[in-house]
Each structure stands twice: as C-alpha cells, then as structure tokens.
C-alpha cells in the first residue's frame, strides 16, 4: 500500500506557464512533506518543504500548497523554465526516527 | 568533493554473484541512508545507520541483503546470490540529523545494478 501517491506520471508545460504537481497520502502521522527534483543520472535533490502546521511555504518560483484535511499537496512552479524539467517526487516523514516516504514521481517537461 | 560518493556507478553482474555497493557520505553527517529506486518507481527505503549502527533496516527485502558501516563513515551495501529483480538504482544519501529532523537528504548520483 502506497503511502505518498503521486497519479500524474508526466505533466507537459510550456514554458512561462505554471506548473502544478500533486500529490496524496494516506498516513495521518507524516507532519513533513518535502519535495525531491532529480535529474538523469543524478540523485534526486531536495527542492522545498512543509510542516505540517502551516498550509503554504514559497520559495522563489516554488510554492508547496497542503490541504491536511484533504491529505493532498501540491507543489506550484511559475513561471517555468526549460531547466525545470526534471522527475520531481513527493516525500513525507511522520517524526520519530521513522524513514522518508517516496511518491513514484512526476516527470516534468517544459517546452520552450 | 563535498557530497556523497558512490561507486560503482554502474555494475553488471551474473545471476547468483556477490555484489558491494560502497557510500561515502558527506564529512560530518552521523546519518546515512541506503534506498532503491526500481525503474518507474520512487525511492524505496532499505536501511538507516545513525553513527555505526543500524537504527531501521525493516526495508531490507531479504536476507540476502546486508549493510554495514564499521567506523561510523563509509558503508557497504552487501547483496548475496543476486537475483534478477534486484536489477535497480541503489542511492545512498546522508544527513547531519539535527533535532527536529525535518526530512532533508543529501543523495549520491547512485550506483546502477544490472542482473543478468
């Protein structure tokens, strides 16, 4: 059973346009939830965060939006840029010394 | 360089073959993690070391399976009679772990095992 779902295999933005990823989970416990870029090749890289008592975190073009009564995130990018394209995976952690929680990701793509 | 070293990057080896998979982490992180991500899949967790033991290894599939990281810095992931479902990127990532912990990694590129 999948605790961190992210449905979208693949989004297709053009570039300047926003970018929304999303993403579910099932665990009431997670009180982070983080997303993780990761370019071929390369291991993934973290991007930006949210506990779980806020409900919006921005960074630069990057926004994470949580709705914890929907147990749904989103990860908002604007505008975006050829060098976004990349496989963003959603993560969560409940605390504790329990282990970091992958979605199966996103495969972005933005066409100039 | 400063961030986590894996080697190899890529290994191919015969069904039943012994197989190490090394993990430098970054100098000072008392956390290191092992994950597998299988293709179209996300990362999957295998094991936790804090210092020089294993806090969780409840994601270790098998037996077959081991790691150890002997002086609290480098580990090696240990993998016996390979099976070809083992096929996969195995990433090592590490952490300072400071209190609260809020779910930060630091990935190596991986190394890349193939089966045959």
């Known amino acids: 059973d999948q605790q961190v779902k992210q449905n979208s295999p693949s989004l297709s933005v053009q570039e300047g346009r926003i970018s929304i990823l999303n993403c579910d989970y099932t665990?009431?416990?997670?009180?982070?939830f983080l997303w993780y870029k990761k370019y071929p090749a390369e291991g993934p890289t973290f991007l930006i965060s949210?506990?779980?008592?806020?409900d919006k975190n921005e960074d630069g073009r990057f926004t994470v939006f949580l709705n914890k009564s929907a147990k749904h995130l989103s990860l908002h990018i604007v505008p975006s840029q050829p060098g976004d394209s990349a496989v963003y995976f959603c993560?969560?952690?409940?605390?504790?010394?329990?282990?970091?929680?992958f979605g199966k990701g996103t495969r972005l793509s933005v066409i100039a | 360089g400063a961030g986590v070293s894996q080697t190899p990057s890529n290994k191919v080896t015969e069904k039943g073959k012994y197989v190490e998979l090394r993990c430098d982490p970054i100098?000072?992180?008392?956390?290191l993690y092992w994950y597998r991500q299988s293709l179209g899949q996300g990362p999957e967790f295998l094991i936790y070391?804090?210092?020089?033991?294993?806090?969780?290894d409840s994601g270790l599939p098998n037996d077959r399976f081991f790691a150890v990281r002997p002086e609290g810095s480098v580990s090696t992931l240990k993998i016996q009679r390979t099976e070809r479902g083992d096929s996969a990127v195995y990433l090592c990532?590490?952490?300072?772990?400071?209190?609260?912990?809020?779910?930060?990694?630091?990935f190596g590129e991986g190394s890349r095992l193939t089966v045959l």
């Open positions: 990532a590490s952490s300072p772990r400071d209190y609260p912990w809020t779910g930060e990694l630091f």
């Open positions: 665990n009431s416990m997670f009180d982070y």
């Open positions: 949210i506990s779980s008592i806020k």
């Open positions: 993560a969560a952690i409940a605390s504790g010394n329990t282990p970091l929680v």
């Open positions: 100098s000072g992180h008392t956390a």
């Open positions: 070391f804090q210092g020089t033991g294993a806090a969780d």
